[in-house]
């Protein structure tokens, strides 16, 4: 199973960003094994993206995150008080960014990889963090 940053699951359902053909086809056929895994803070991030009108959500915000988050393929991943109390395993160094916070708390303490690409991510080397790679 992997998490997804929210950039590449909109990347990858939306057909658009920075994701090469060989990334595609592994997060298909993790989908079709239901090893997606997604933050609920992923969820939060989309409505208001699309909300500030950065990206089209068809036909509707309502019908495309309903589909988007289809337990046939992956699993949302939610808030509790063990996420917000494992923030303090990030290094000081971590920006204060409070979505991608969670995004990487949440693989951390779900011991899954976490698919980005977001820079500030990749160069603040966590603790227990794996990053993934298709």
Do not use: N
Not at 12 to 19: I, M, Q, S, T, V
Request: hydrophobic fraction near 50%; proline fraction near 4%; aromatic fraction near 8%.
């Amino acid at each position: 199973m992997i998490l997804l940053d929210t950039h590449i699951w909109l990347w990858w359902l939306l057909g658009d960003g920075a994701l090469s053909t060989k990334e595609r086809d592994a997060l298909d056929s993790l989908a079709a094994s239901c090893e997606i895994a997604l933050s609920w803070v992923s969820i939060w991030e989309t409505e208001m993206l699309w909300r500030k009108g950065r990206i089209k959500l068809l036909p509707d915000l309502s019908t495309w995150i309903t589909q988007a988050t289809d337990d046939s393929f992956c699993t949302i991943l939610p808030v509790d008080t063990e996420l917000v109390i494992a923030q303090s395993l990030l290094p000081e160094s971590f920006h204060g960014d409070p979505a991608d916070r969670l995004i990487v708390t949440t693989a951390m303490i779900a011991e899954i990889p976490l698919a980005t690409y977001d820079s500030r991510i990749l160069q603040c080397p966590a603790e227990r963090l794996q990053i993934w790679s298709a």
